[in-house]
């Protein structure tokens, strides 16, 4: 008997996580990365998979519904995508009570690393860790890319974020599969036709460990 209750425990495990899985992003994944995140999961992974990208937004907005003034992307499943240069941004109870993910992909942080205080980091990240486990979904964090604009601020940033996550997510480091070349652009971005083959390599990489992630 007890035999039978752990296999069906496992059983039962293996199919809480078999839903949607949901990826809430900032101008990153507005732009190639997301675009190319969502793809290789959809590739890698039998769950169907949305994508929900609000430009310039830290978490906040999306418990304020703040508008977005440089783009806004929905994916669905079947990869069809909405596009908007302005648009309010989704409120996360909302968005988690009509998706009911099983999986949260986290993909903001950058919008944190200079211009915030760190309450204001505490209090969001907090905010959505409660929110994720009051639907009992399963949380995967991918951390910012190198950026030549932030590249002070970025490994204190990530030293706090994998301390407030600690085992409430799994937290993917970017930083390894991202390089921003000094002087390029806007030292920021990676939507430009040269920087293009960096996001998509990102987008593998972390694509490749969130599906491992998912399994």
């Known amino acids: 008997m007890g035999l039978l209750i752990l296999l069906l425990g496992g059983?039962?495990?293996?199919?809480?996580?078999?839903?949607?899985?949901?990826i809430v992003g900032d101008s990153h994944s507005v732009g190639t990365f997301?675009?190319?995140?969502?793809?290789?999961?959809?590739?890698?992974?039998?769950?169907?998979?949305e994508l929900r990208a609000s430009c310039g937004s830290i978490?906040?907005?999306?418990?304020?519904?703040?508008?977005t003034p440089c783009g806004y992307l929905e994916i669905s499943?079947?990869?069809?995508?909405?596009?908007?240069k302005r648009a309010r941004?989704?409120?996360?109870?909302?968005?988690?009570?009509?998706v009911k993910p099983s999986t949260v992909i986290v993909a903001l942080g950058s919008n944190y690393l200079r211009g915030y205080p760190d309450a204001t980091?505490?209090?969001?990240?907090?905010?959505?860790?409660?929110?994720?486990?009051?639907?009992?979904?399963r949380c995967i964090w991918i951390g910012?890319?190198?950026?030549?604009?932030f590249r002070a601020e970025l490994p204190e940033f990530m030293h706090r974020l994998e301390a407030l996550l600690h085992s409430s997510c799994i937290l993917i480091d970017s930083r390894?599969?991202?390089?921003?070349?000094?002087?390029?652009?806007?030292?920021?971005?990676?939507?430009?036709?040269?920087?293009?083959?960096?996001?998509?390599?990102?987008?593998?990489?972390?694509?490749?460990?969130?599906?491992?992630?998912?399994?």
Not at 77 to 84: A, D, F, K
Not at 144 to 149: D, E, G, I, V, Y
């Open 121 to 137: 980091l505490f209090d969001d990240v907090r905010r959505l860790l409660l929110d994720i486990q009051r639907i009992g979904a």
């Open 176 to 215: 390894p599969f991202t390089r921003y070349p000094e002087g390029a652009r806007d030292g920021i971005h990676f939507d430009w036709e040269e920087l293009k083959p960096i996001a998509r390599e990102w987008a593998r990489e972390v694509g490749s460990r969130a599906a491992s992630a998912l399994r």
């Open 89 to 98: 941004t989704p409120l996360i109870p909302a968005l988690f009570d009509s």
């Open 59 to 67: 978490i906040r907005w999306w418990y304020t519904g703040q508008e």
């Open 77 to 84: 499943p079947e990869g069809t995508q909405r596009s908007l």
């Open 144 to 149: 910012p890319p190198t950026m030549a604009k």
């Open 11 to 22: 059983v039962l495990s293996s199919f809480s996580y078999a839903g949607t899985v949901l």
């Open 34 to 49: 997301g675009k190319t995140f969502h793809e290789q999961l959809r590739q890698k992974t039998i769950q169907p998979v």
